[in-house]
């Protein structure tokens, strides 16, 4: 039997038609992650319930003094080209195991349709080999469920995702999306496996940005990215110097 998920709503029948919704659950990089709270944050967005189950981690994330649960649900009305615009934002700090996967996936979608939200964006890293170069542009690609997602793609000039292997929960809510003729989108950009990808999450920000008509504040999040690559560049230089250092050093045992 399949582990149960639930969603608790703090406000039960909220009206959220024609809601976008976004996955935040972890991705490739943290791109999902690091991009849902940024979303949150610059957005003001208010939390309206948890999602949860049996198997979850049994944990309180503490935030300001506040607990909160491993996976929250946030949503908010703003502005966007003229009119008032429904944003609902689902994010965890915790990767599901595999066996959690599809029944996360299958209770955003089924919690969404049944909210008559308009479609869910799910942001998801492609593995990008190497480290960053000071001007490594991160390309980022989309693919959509149904045609109307498909042609929003390229009206905000993305290029389209043609061939290749989604894993994770973006794959399933693809999957689920076309099953069930429900518009789902995932945007995919280049992102580094091993740590927190930053400047994939602002390009991210910047396509969500675009499909909303709103107008979202990346420099902040570009600067952190700067900053943290530095610093990772700085460990592995410091890491190499110690390899060759050893690689010249004589072993009492050779």
């Known amino acids: ?9 703090f406000s039960p029948g909220m009206d959220l038609t024609g809601a976008k919704v ?4 972890p991705s490739v990089g943290l791109v999902s992650t690091i991009a849902a709270n940024y979303l ?10 948890v999602i949860d189950g049996d198997q979850f981690p049994t944990l309180s994330v503490v935030h300001n003094g506040e607990p909160l649960a491993p996976a929250r649900i946030y949503g908010g009305e703003r502005a966007a080209d003229g009119k008032k615009e429904k944003i609902v934002v689902f994010v965890s700090e915790f990767q599901p195991a595999p066996n959690l996967i599809r029944p996360i996936s299958e209770a955003m979608l089924a919690w969404s349709r049944e909210k008559k939200a308009d479609y869910m964006i799910s942001p998801e890293g492609l593995v990008l080999e190497g480290p ?8 980022v690609y989309g693919i959509g469920s149904t045609e109307r997602i498909q042609a929003l793609v ?21 999957t689920l999306g076309k099953r069930e003729k429900f518009d789902v989108l995932s945007i995919l950009a280049e992102a580094h496996a091993n740590y927190p990808d930053a ?10 940005a675009k499909l909303l008509g709103m107008k979202i504040d990346v420099a902040p999040l570009y600067r952190e990215a700067e900053g943290f690559e530095k610093q990772i560049k700085q460990l592995q230089a410091q890491a190499n110097a110690k390899q060759q250092k050893s690689a010249t050093t004589p072993s009492m045992y050779g």
């Open 22 to 25: 976004v996955d935040g659950f």
């Open 154 to 174: 390229k009206s905000v000039g993305i290029a389209p995702f043609t061939r290749g292997i989604i894993t994770g929960v973006s794959g399933i809510l693809l």
């Open 1 to 9: 039997m399949p582990p149960e998920v639930r969603i608790h709503e």
């Open 132 to 139: 960053a170069a000071d001007d490594d542009k991160v390309e």
């Open 40 to 49: 949150i944050d610059m957005l003001r967005l208010k939390q309206i319930g």
């Open 199 to 208: 400047r994939s999450a602002a390009v991210v920000i910047d396509v969500i």
